[in-house]
């Protein structure tokens, strides 16, 4: 019921900054939440950010300061603002999508940090 597309991943250097995008196949007035979740190889997938339809946002500790997670209404997209990239935050970015109380993922995004 819900299609999510990622861009925006690359490699950049400590102290870069990428802007991922989610692209949801729907409005995403009728989206309960969206979020950003990331891993590496061999590591459980962890939580990074999410906004809810109504407008709040929430950061993992991590990323706090440095990530923003915006919407926009118009194109149905959802967009992570990474600022301040540290090795770190290498990983693979996936956008999760929580939509009639079901769960939807996008493929990832591939994030690499690295001077």
């Known amino acids: 019921q819900v299609q999510l597309v990622e861009s925006g991943g690359g490699l950049v250097q400590p102290g870069g900054s990428l802007r991922l995008s989610c692209a949801a196949s729907?409005?995403?007035?009728?989206?309960?939440?969206m979020r950003w979740y990331r891993q590496t190889p061999g590591k459980q997938r962890e939580y990074v950010a999410q906004i809810t339809a109504g407008g709040n946002t929430n950061y993992a500790d991590p990323v706090k300061g440095r990530f923003t997670i915006s919407r926009d209404n118009v194109t149905n997209t959802v967009s992570l603002q990474m600022n301040s990239l540290k090795p770190e935050d290498t990983a693979a970015y996936y956008c999760y999508a929580a939509y009639s109380n079901r769960p939807y993922w996008g493929q990832g995004t591939q994030v690499t940090v690295s001077s």
């Open positions: 729907r409005s995403i007035f009728s989206i309960s939440v």
